[in-house]
């Protein structure tokens, strides 16, 4: 079964456009190093839980919404190949510092996971 990377992140609604920009720069340099899929959503309807939620996940502030996000490979070792490429990548470079993302990456949560059923 395929491998998925998942991200959970905070992004200040004034910078919706600008993430969109990266993203979308980002997920061509994915896929063109090799990633099945790649996907970026913001949230539209997700509440502030009394145990757990996504707003909480992220330490959500006034201002900012969540975007979840995944990019799919055909294995852990695929994964680990194509992820390797694209940190090497010089058009990453920029994308990666810090001072030019347009969320906190603090408060981003990421993994991997396998797959258990896909329909």
Request: glycine letters at 6%.
């Amino acid at each position: 079964m395929a491998y998925v990377d998942g991200f959970v992140l905070p992004l200040p609604k004034t910078n919706v456009e600008s993430y969109r920009k990266m993203a979308a720069k980002c997920g061509a340099i994915w896929r063109e190093h090799g990633a099945l899929e790649f996907r970026e959503c913001i949230a539209d309807d997700v509440k502030p839980g009394k145990l757990t939620s996504f707003p909480q996940s992220v330490n959500l502030e006034d201002g900012e919404s969540v975007v979840f996000s995944w990019i799919v490979y055909e294995s852990r070792a695929h994964r680990d190949e194509v992820n390797d490429k694209v940190m090497k990548d010089p058009r990453m470079a920029e994308m990666m510092n810090p001072e030019s993302m347009p969320f906190d990456g603090k408060r981003m949560i990421y993994g991997g996971f396998e797959m258990i059923v896909d329909l």
